[in-house]
């Protein structure tokens, strides 16, 4: 069966610090990759998504950045973080693009 | 430009009635509509489904209704229990467009 690993559960950075958040899938090979961004009291935001290794497609700009170095793991990066960057990030996974998505457990970042 | 709509940010129903969640959409293209529930600090999971070929789907106490010419989704829940109270989301895709969802609903049950 197919899961999900997303890391970690919680985090506290100060502005300015750099990020780094991965998610790894098993299970299934090639799978499309997303990362989202529930911010307090709105809904889910999609980040990014890849639909193979190398290839990232980003929906809002922003300083995020997104890697997947390789099939089944997505890396979600910050050189340098803001105060608004604070929220629950969340991975998922698909078999295809309009299809649907499992997520992770997510991560929650707070920016102080 | 919101493609997808919950206008109602919360909603409180007593145990044992129905619950009733809304989703409106503006792209006729979309095809695909589904309903996550999530409670805090976890991740979203997958409740029930509905290709644009149906205008109903039921799964045991969950029922999603589709109506394509008014571009309306929505989800009732029958009997409605304390365990799910959690933000309830809407997502929609189709013509190999990624999912977007709503921006979520607060269901509350009431013992």
């Known amino acids: 069966s197919q899961t999900i690993h997303q890391w970690p559960a919680t985090l506290v950075q100060p502005v300015g610090s750099p990020l780094s958040l991965e998610c790894t899938v098993e299970g299934t090979s090639n799978p499309n990759l997303y990362w989202y961004r529930q911010a307090a009291g709105r809904g889910l935001q999609l980040l990014f998504y890849?639909?193979?290794?190398?290839?990232i497609s980003s929906e809002v700009p922003q300083n995020l950045s997104a890697s997947r170095p390789q099939d089944r793991q997505f890396i979600l990066s910050s050189k340098k973080l803001l105060l608004s960057d604070s929220g629950f990030y969340l991975c998922?996974?698909?078999?295809?693009?309009?299809?649907?998505?499992?997520f992770g457990s997510g991560t929650q970042l707070s920016v102080l | 430009d919101q493609q997808v709509k919950q206008n109602s940010p919360s909603l409180s129903v007593q145990e044992g009635r129905i619950s009733i969640l809304n989703c409106d959409y503006t792209n006729s293209m979309f095809d695909y509509f589904l309903w996550y529930k999530k409670y805090p600090a976890e991740g979203p999971t997958f409740l029930i489904s509905?290709?644009?070929?149906?205008d109903k789907n039921e799964d045991g106490r969950f029922t999603v209704f589709l109506n394509k010419s008014a571009k309306h989704l929505s989800l009732h829940i029958v009997p409605s229990q304390p365990g799910d109270s959690a933000v309830y989301f809407c997502g929609v895709t189709g013509s190999a467009r990624q999912l977007t969802f709503g921006s979520g609903t607060q269901l509350t049950v009431l013992p």
């Open positions: 998922a996974w698909s078999v295809g693009l309009n299809e649907k998505l499992f």
């Open positions: 509905i290709s644009s070929i149906k």
């Open positions: 890849s639909v193979g290794i190398g290839q």
